[in-house]
């Protein structure tokens, strides 16, 4: 799978929401939760990344894919996501981004939010690709968030407004696409 690197327009693209989950795109989710999984190529470790977004990857849709507790039952896929709430309290922290790579940039964010989706888990999207039955629950559910969930939702909805983290801040570390 490519992951676009800025300065690609494709970074730029405001995602259409998606109407319906075929086959072929749960496996393209599949390929986005095994793409975060990758080792990182940096001297940090870990996997590459917690989070990526449609955009991300060439694809017009309003989605993305999030895996915070870095588990298999972590994997979480958002469809039409938005923030419904946030804190006026902010949190700055560093972030990096697979769009952006080698770069750590200071964003300030929101501290809590309340998020709504339609939110579906790592394990029924596989399940349902493997057996080929596309009878899946996308109803919309609300939660909120706090701490590194609600910092990864927040920069994965930036990408499907056309937003990356140097739209944010600046790099404290830059990579060597600045």
Known sequence: MNVLQVPDPGLKIVCKPVLTLDLEALKRIVEMFEEIKKPSPSSRGGPRGIGLAATQVGWDARLFVMNTALTPQGERLYVNPEVTWS????????????????????????????????????????????????????????????????????????????????????????????
Request: aromatic share 4%; proline share 4%; with cysteine.
């Open 87 to 178: 804190s006026k309290e902010q949190s700055v922290g560093l972030e990096g981004c697979l769009s952006v790579p080698g770069a750590d940039v200071l964003v300030s964010r929101s501290r809590w939010i309340r998020a709504k989706a339609q939110a579906l888990t790592g394990f029924k999207i596989r399940t349902a690709v493997d057996s080929g039955l596309l009878a899946l629950d996308l109803s919309v559910t609300e939660t909120q968030m706090s701490g590194i969930d609600a910092r990864c939702f927040q920069h994965e909805l930036d990408h499907l407004q056309g937003i990356t983290i140097l739209d944010r801040g600046k790099p404290v570390r830059p990579g060597p696409a600045n």
